[in-house]
C-alpha cells in the first residue's frame, strides 16, 4: 500500500477524518515540501548554530515559509537575515526558500526538549505599499502568472519560480499569452527572463516583431 504520511482516524458513520500528517511536509504555492530538509540546509551554513521553519499564514505576501536561526558563537554581529537568505537560494529550489529568515537568541523548546515550533514568535516585518505592474502589457501578465500561480499580487520585480513556477507552470504561461497576444514564446523566453518585468519586456518584443510596419497609404507625399 502506497504510505502517504497522512494520519487519519474513522468517525462513528466509519468514514475517514483527515488528522494531520506524520512527517513535517507541507504545502507550499503547489508544492510539496519537508520542513526538515529546509531547516537542515538553514543549519548547514557556518553562521548558525540552530534552525527551524513552519508554515505561516501571517505573512505580508500571504502564507509562506518562516525560518527562524540562532546566530553560531563568535559569528560577526553583522549577521542578518536577508543574507542569510539569499545563502540559502543557492541551496535549494525557489519554492523552498523562506519568505523570511529571523534571527533569535535561542530556540523556543518544550517539556521534552524539543523545538516548540508553536512558539516561534511573529516575524516583525512592515509591510512596503506593494509594487504595481508598469502598463497595460505588464498587467496582462501578471494576470496571467496569478491565474497559473495562485491568487496574490504580482510586483515586476517579482521572480516567476521564486512564487513556486515549475517547468509545467512555464508551458500553461506561454499557452496563455500565445492566447491573449497571438506570440509563440520558446521556453528558454521565461528561464531567461524569470521576472515579471523582463518577461513583460520579452512579451513586447515579440508582439512588436510581429506588428506589420504602419502603412503610407492615403498619406499624400511631400513635395
Request: aromatic content about 4%.
Amino acid at each position: 500500500m502506497y504510505r502517504t504520511g497522512d494520519l487519519v482516524r474513522y468517525d462513528a458513520q466509519g468514514r475517514l477524518e483527515f488528522v494531520g500528517r506524520r512527517d513535517r511536509q507541507v504545502k507550499v504555492r503547489g508544492h510539496r515540501v519537508e520542513l526538515g530538509e529546509v531547516e537542515a540546509a538553514l543549519a548547514s551554513l557556518p553562521e548558525v548554530a540552530g534552525a527551524a521553519v513552519v508554515l505561516r499564514d501571517d505573512l505580508p505576501a500571504g502564507p509562506g515559509l518562516a525560518a527562524y536561526a540562532v546566530p553560531a558563537v563568535g559569528v560577526s554581529p553583522a549577521v542578518e537575515g536577508p543574507a542569510l537568505r539569499e545563502r540559502l537560494r543557492a541551496l535549494l529550489p525557489g519554492h523552498m526558500v523562506p519568505a523570511v529568515v529571523v534571527l533569535l537568541d535561542a530556540l523556543p523548546v518544550g517539556p521534552h526538549g524539543k523545538v516548540d515550533h508553536g512558539a516561534l514568535p511573529r516575524p516583525q516585518l512592515t509591510a512596503a505599499a506593494p509594487e504595481t505592474p508598469e502598463c497595460p502589457l505588464e498587467r496582462d501578465v501578471a494576470r496571467i502568472w496569478t491565474r497559473v500561480l495562485g491568487g496574490r499580487h504580482i510586483a515586476p520585480a517579482d521572480n516567476f519560480f521564486d512564487l513556486g513556477g515549475d517547468s509545467l507552470a512555464v508551458g500553461r504561461v506561454l499557452n496563455r499569452c500565445r492566447e491573449r497576444f497571438g506570440v509563440r514564446l520558446r521556453t528558454r523566453a521565461l528561464f531567461e527572463n524569470p521576472t515579471l518585468h523582463g518577461f513583460a519586456a520579452a512579451v513586447r518584443h515579440e508582439t512588436e516583431r510581429l506588428s506589420p510596419p504602419p502603412s503610407n497609404e492615403g498619406i499624400p507625399p511631400r513635395d
